[in-house]
Each structure stands twice: as C-alpha cells, then as structure tokens.
C-alpha cells in the first residue's frame, strides 16, 4: 500500500485531507506536525492535535520541534536579508514552509513513503512552496495535494468532518485562514476579502493595544544576527517572543497591504509581525553604521530579489545559496547595539545605534572645530563630477535654462 506523509496541521482541512486521501487513494497517511512557533494561547496542545490526526485515521502523527530551527536559520538569515517582499511583507509563512518540507522529506524517509501530501488549495503560494521545496529536496518524492482535487466548499468540509466523526473546531461561522509562527501571523477571508473595508479587530492577537506606556529596548546584533535585548543574551527565538509582546502590546507591528501571489492573484492580506518588523528595521539600521556605501547599496538591490525567491517557494535553490553566501560576506561586522523607541501606540523608533566597526567619523562628519575634512578638496571633485552635465548643457544653448517657459 501506498504511504504519503502530510504536513499536518490541525486544522479543518488537514484533518480531512487524512480520511479523504484513505477512502480515494487507498493510501496509509502518517502526520507530521511541525512547531514552527504556533502561539500555544491560540492553538490547542499539539497532544489534542495529535488525537485528532489519529482519529481521523493517520498509522501515526510525529509532532516535530522546530522553533530553533525556525528561529536561528530561517528568521536569522530574514533579518540577515532585511526581507521584505514588496517592501512590506517579512515572508511569515514563506519562511516557515521550508522549514515544514525538511521535517516532511526528513519522516518520508523514515517511513519509507512515496509522496508527501499538503493541504493547500490551487490559488494560494503555499502549495507552489511545498511543492518546488520537496522537489529541490527530493525529486523522487512524489507530491499530493488533495484539497486541489476534492473539490469540497469549507462547508462541505465540516459535513465531511462531521460524518468521519473527527474533532474538528472549525465551525461553518469560522470565516478567517489564519496562518501563525514565531515570525508573526498572516490572518485572510472575512470581510477582508475587500480591500477597502478596515481589518477587523477581532482576529487579531498580536497586536492589540494593551499597554500605552513608552518603551525604549536595545537590541543587540553580532555579525548580523540580534543575540540581547538590554542587554540580556537570549536565544533568538525567545529574544523574538520577547519583541512580540513587547512591542505587539504597543500596536506596532501590523500590516494591511495588498499584494502579488506567484499564481497571479492579488490578495489583501493582513499581517501581525511586530518583532520581525523591530528587527529588520534595526538590522538596515546598524547596517546604515557600519557598511561601506556600494556595499550598503548592492545589497539593498539584491534584498529585493532574495525576498522575492523565498516568496516564491525557491528556499532551496542556487540563486539563494549564492545571495546568501554574499550577504553572509557582508555581516561580518554588523555587530553593535540599536535602540527602539515607542512613544506612541504603533510608532516605532529607531533613536539611537552604535557599533565598534562604526564607519561613521565625528571628525568627518561634525561642522564644529573638531571638523578634519579637507574642504578644498572637493572643489576639483565637484567640478569633475560634474563636468558631463556641463558640457552637456553648453551644448543645448540656452534651452533647459527657463524649463517651463
Ligand atoms: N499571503 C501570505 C503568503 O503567501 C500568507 C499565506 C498564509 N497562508 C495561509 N494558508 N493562510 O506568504
């Protein structure tokens, strides 16, 4: 018989993915479920989760820790990265995918299974990043992806649900898709389905107002990854618990944009990021202190296309490998100190950095008496620099001098 391992959640779909690939491929379902940092006040135990997977009809459910792993390869190299796709987005769930498909190739393995299975519909980004991630890691793995066959409405879910007798909690009312890890949480449907209608209040759990008072925190970095908060060495993915509360309490951290899936869809998506946002926001910060400008610049250009990729599903490919072997050459001396403020509820800072390998120097900079810059010599400097536009406009006569008449 036929064994697929599913990336298991606990949620409606998953659940019935394992009786629905049973009853239609005849096939044996292990589960894997993976701790990429589920808030534990949000979602059940993952022993409840579990029973359910097993009542559902799984041979077995792994449970899999992998909130270090998350936090000190995927959410580090993030920062590292200052990820934002379309300048907005820190890739919550694009960062936690990877980490899932290694967990999911890894058991395959283990149970000598064919395929792996997801839960995906057909018109998301998440199935493209299950997918093309096994086949980088596994290209004999064959991949299944029932919720794009069966062809059930999320009512019709429950029915099914319901029939099989698994626990499930979703309800037919239950309107949000709610995706969450230790980077933050992506919260979708309902009445954001229009863009123009303000996100509701009530799906949100990260942050919510509830602490009005000023906040000032330094956040400390060595070679690009953050290692203190005042002070304090923490391990990173505590250190982003942390920042969460911290700074979630505060209402900063929440993103309401609209945005480009890899199928060709536009989504408005809400998001809930407070500590990835702090951090990468630091991070470009100290990077601002202490790398040389074409550095500075390259980097930021190729940022861009390293979000892009991870948004994509190409976590495991040769274009990432070789931008992050550059941006690791850069970090070397990202190390030092970087102070966040929130004065208001939303308003985050940053109001101050500092750093041994600063490349900033008060002698160079200052227009007081300490100043050490040789000023004549940017009068030939200019003068070249600009020589081009010179010639240029001696060439166009008087024509660009009274551009608007
Ligand atoms: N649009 C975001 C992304 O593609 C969030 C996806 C959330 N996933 C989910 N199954 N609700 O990264």
Redesign the pocket.
Known sequence: MKRVVLAYSGGLDTSVAVRWMIETWAVEVVCVLVDVGQDPDTTESFEDIRARALAAGAIECVVVDARDEMAEEFCAAAVRSNAL?EGK?P????LSRPVIVRHLVDQARRFNAQAVAHG?TGK???QVRFEVGTHALAPDLEVLAPARNWGMTRADSVDYAEQWSIPIRASKEKIY???ENLWGR?V?CGEMEDPWAAPPEEPMTLTRVRDTTPLEVTVGFEAGVPVSLDGERLSLADLIKRLNDLLGARGFGRIDMV?N?RVGIK?R?V?ECPAALALIQAHQDLEDLVLERDVRHEKARLETRWAELV?DGMWFSPLKEALDAFFDETQRHVSGEVRLSVHAPGLLRVSGRRSPHALYDYGLATYDAADTFEHADSEGFVKIFGLSIKTWAQRQGAKNSHPRS
């Open positions: 796709y987005y890739l919550v769930s694009s995906c998301g980004n998440d898709s709610i995706d992506a979708e945005e899936r989504s998506e998001y948004y």
